[in-house]
């Protein structure tokens, strides 16, 4: 059974001329997706597998992709528009169906705004998550146009609406998916439209930002998330050179508090990525972690903060995780930390990351209402995480924080994690990019094959993405294919490129 994501003419998006294909091109037997168009990674067959992430692989035929979410099971089937859609014996029982590039999307989950956004393609977001942090998401969202997504990893909906007993949510659910071709969820969706961005399970901070190249499939836009990825990978390796020359290796901890209303509990964080993290700032995790993935919790609070200390004793920095209910993250002080872990005057002696004052927190850029960007751009900007790590590691020895500030690579977007105490949370706020009439602008997206003035079909290059414009009394003119970000703002949280004004100040701000 194809499970075909065909929007009702009345709701459809608006589609872009050039985003698709004369099908007449494709009778020369050319492919639609050229090699280096592809996705760049290991590759047997027509089948491609990113070099570092494992919850994808890309197989490339004539007129369409399939996508294997191998992290939800999901199978995409991805087919060029302007060409036929391939039939159900073309393509793996169950499979999703999409004409691509998409042309009009809801965002629920905020890593997938992210990577959508680091592509340039923000235009081609209608409805968005209200936990956006970006400030012309949180125009279009929850700042003044109220485009806010609805979610579909749950059946229907997500179950914070109660959609299936609220009869007008459902109509608002049923209008909004009929308006966009695709949403983008976290997890897997019975929904046609569904499509799950699964990067937060990967083991590596590196593997986790690669999605890009997820995302950028359904777009057409391999090439520049190659780019993109390329040139993070690069400046995370230069941070994490820089940072192993420092002497100073302390012990470093994830820690989390639930309050009562979800369970009451601490726990300690052993996930693979955050040790990835942690070893990538050369320094050290607890020694002989006990899990692959996961967390060590604690749920009697009456013996929770002594088997917490015992645990930490050796611990230099901590990283708090915890979302502080009815407390802003600005107002956050180290008493109200030590309080929801039970931490008392006389640890402060004992406990070397409370003596000296080193607890993290991941609240470093938020919105108004206090949701961070952690879940946001952290994912896709893994290394300004590695950065701010690597900063609080190195803060008392001025040599080795010059050597990480003097080799910090242009185009590294910090300033996540801050310091309880010592800094402040930067606040996004919508009225940094306001939109006039609720609308970001949008460019087409060039297919990869085009017909060039002297009646030759090509494929495109780096040199030619678009089809040139021709005229008969001179050479022809190729119009400029997409715009992506520049390669030094590669998986930046900042405003759209078409906003310039708002994004460079919203880039000072992360500086």
Not at 272 to 296: E, M, N
Request: glycine fraction near 6%; charged fraction near 20%; proline fraction near 7%.
């Amino acid at each position: 059974m194809l499970l075909v994501a065909t929007p009702l003419a009345s709701g459809a998006p608006f589609r872009l001329d050039g985003d698709c294909i004369d099908p007449a091109l494709l009778e020369s037997g050319l492919t639609a997706f050229p090699e280096n168009m592809r996705v760049i990674g290991s590759q047997g067959s027509s089948e491609t597998e990113v070099d570092l992430a494992i919850g994808f692989t890309v197989e490339y035929m004539q007129s369409y992709k399939i996508v294997n979410n191998t992290a939800t099971g999901e199978v995409y089937v991805l087919y060029q528009c302007g060409s036929v859609a391939p039939s159900a014996a073309e393509v793996p029982e169950g499979a999703k169906v999409f004409a691509i590039p998409l042309a009009g999307v809801s965002v629920p989950d905020a890593t997938a705004l992210a990577f959508i956004d680091a592509l340039g393609l923000s235009g081609r977001i209608d409805f968005v998550t209200e936990y956006a942090v970006n400030p012309c998401m949180q125009s279009l969202g929850i700042g003044g146009c109220n485009q806010i997504a609805f979610d579909t990893s749950y059946g229907l909906g997500n179950a914070y609406y109660d959609i299936a007993a609220n009869e007008e949510k459902q109509a608002e659910f049923d209008a909004q998916i009929a308006e966009v071709d695709a949403v983008f969820v976290y997890g897997a969706s019975d929904n046609a439209k569904g499509t799950s961005v699964v990067a937060s399970p990967e083991p590596g901070m590196l593997q986790r930002a690669e999605w890009i190249k997820y995302v950028s499939v359904f777009f057409n836009m391999e090439p520049e998330a190659n780019a993109i990825f390329q040139g993070l990978e690069q400046r995370y390796e230069t941070i994490k050179t820089a940072a192993s020359m420092s002497s100073t290796k302390p012990l470093v901890a994830f820690i989390f508090y639930t309050p009562p209303e979800w369970g009451e509990a601490i726990s300690v964080s052993f996930a693979d990525y955050k040790l990835s993290l942690i070893k990538a700032a050369i320094t050290a995790a607890f020694p002989d972690v006990p899990f692959q993935y996961g967390s060590f919790y604690l749920k009697n609070m009456s013996t929770a903060p002594a088997i917490l200390k015992t645990m930490l004793a050796n611990v230099e920095v901590v990283v708090d995780e915890s979302f502080e209910n009815g407390i802003k993250n600005s107002d956050l002080s180290m008493a109200d930390f030590m309080e929801r872990f039970g931490f008392t005057a006389d640890d402060v002696t004992s406990l070397a990351f409370l003596r000296n004052e080193n607890v993290v927190r991941q609240d470093g850029v938020e919105n108004p209402a206090g949701y961070t960007a952690w879940f946001e751009a952290a994912v896709t900007n893994p290394d300004g995480i590695l950065l701010d790590l690597a900063r609080v590691i190195a803060d008392s020895n001025p040599e080795a924080l010059a050597n990480i500030e003097e080799n910090t690579p242009a185009g590294t977007h910090s300033g996540f994690l801050r310091v309880l105490g010592k800094s402040k949370p930067t606040l996004i706020e919508a009225q940094q990019c306001p939109l006039a009439s609720c609308v970001i602008p949008s460019s087409e997206i060039c297919p990869f094959i085009y017909k060039a003035c002297d009646g030759s079909i090509n494929h495109a290059d780096e040199e030619v993405r678009c089809s040139p414009s021709c005229n008969q009394d001179g050479p022809a003119d190729s119009p400029p294919p997409p715009s992506p970000p520049p390669k030094d703002d590669a998986l930046a949280l900042r405003p759209f490129a078409l906003l310039a004004v708002a994004a460079m100040a919203f880039a000072a701000l992360l500086c």
